[in-house]
């Protein structure tokens, strides 16, 4: 895929995740790794759902500004820390969806296993101690998980979902909602039942075989109330 082309798919993944309200005003970023020293980015101070490729920025590995008009998201220096830790990551998505920010706030890791899709899409999300938004602290903390996990609660801020494509890392922020919502309504009919260790192993399994889309099946970890009693 051509840079441009590259661009208008991050204005495409802008609008839907502002149209499915997983973002607010201009909350939320977005970038995509073009090589080890250059990066796109989504601008600051514009809203998600109306983005054109003339907007989309690009930048050096250190965050400084290669081309474009317009200054860059301000939480450029998280996804640098990604793309830094994690070579096998290829796009980054920063984004504030109610249920699993809802999770964030209330401090509540997702290490429940209730949704097939969500064990093999996902695994555990761990929750990051808070920091500051846009800080070098903020990235810095995201650095103990990033060997193990390929979604992220950001503590009373939102949420981060890395993947191997733009494509990729969408999704996971679309099954990290969805699996949210879920848990939020069995908590509310005051009844829920985790998917069996065994069944989740099997989850697991066909997850590392590759016979799950959407999963890098390298970075896959869990635990279940079972193992821990």
Known sequence: MDEYKIKELICDIGKRVYR???VAANDGNITVKLSEDEYLTTPTGISKGYLTPEMIVKV???????????????????????Y??????????????????????????MDFYILPEAVCGLGAVPLVPYAQ?????????????????DAFLLENHGT???????????YKTETLEYNAKIYYLTKLFGVQHELPLDEIQKLVNMARNGNSAGRNPGYIKFHTKEEEA
């Not at 846009?134 to 103990?144: H, K, N, R, W």
């Open 84 to 109: 830094e830790e994690r070579k096998d990551v290829g796009a980054v998505v920063h984004a504030h969806p109610p249920f699993a920010t809802t999770l964030a706030v209330a401090h509540i890791p």
């Open 60 to 82: 050096n590995e250190k965050g400084k500004v290669l081309e474009g008009t317009y200054k860059p998201s301000s939480e450029v220096k998280v996804h640098l820390k990604v």
């Open 20 to 22: 499915n309200g997983f």
């Open 160 to 170: 981060v979902t890395v993947g191997t494509d733009l494509i990729n890392a969408y």
């Open 133 to 149: 938004p846009s800080t070098q602290e903020l990235a810095d903390g995201l650095v103990p998980y990033l060997q193990d996990y």
